[in-house]
């Protein structure tokens, strides 16, 4: 069972920078993809980023391309998002999810969460 927790989120003006970062205990680390996700209110939950555990693959959704960039530290078992040029409509609720082998973009692909964490921008 592989846990995970969020933090890093805040209430910041457009046009500024966050880092979130997901800290996994109770896994492997190394074995999993890690993903980012948002939700908007009223919303769906959407893909934002994924990594594979070999850091070598990436993938964005295109929203976020040029601004967001995910990483991961498999020696702290964390993975990060680093989210510059924020937008309003970046304001949701960001959740890290793992899941084992290829990178997917859907998240019913994806079997353990962390609880999020609030990124607010304001114009």
């Known amino acids: 069972q592989v846990q995970l927790v969020e933090s890093g989120g805040g209430l910041v003006q457009a046009g500024d920078s966050l880092r979130l970062s997901c800290a996994a205990s109770?896994?492997?680390?190394?074995?999993?993809?890690m993903g980012w996700f948002r939700q908007a209110p009223g919303k769906e939950r959407v893909f934002v980023a994924a990594i594979s555990w070999s850091v070598s693959t990436t993938s964005y959704a295109d929203s976020v391309k040029g601004r967001f960039t995910i990483s991961r530290d498999n020696a702290k078992n964390t993975v990060y998002l680093q989210m510059n040029s924020l937008k309003p409509e970046d304001t949701a609720v960001y959740y890290c999810?793992?899941?084992?082998?290829?990178?997917?973009?859907?998240?019913?692909?994806?079997?353990?969460w962390g609880q999020g964490t609030q990124v607010t921008v304001s114009s």
């Open positions: 109770g896994g492997t680390f190394m074995s999993y993809v």
């Open positions: 999810a793992a899941r084992r082998l290829a990178i997917r973009l859907g998240p019913n692909d994806y079997m353990y």
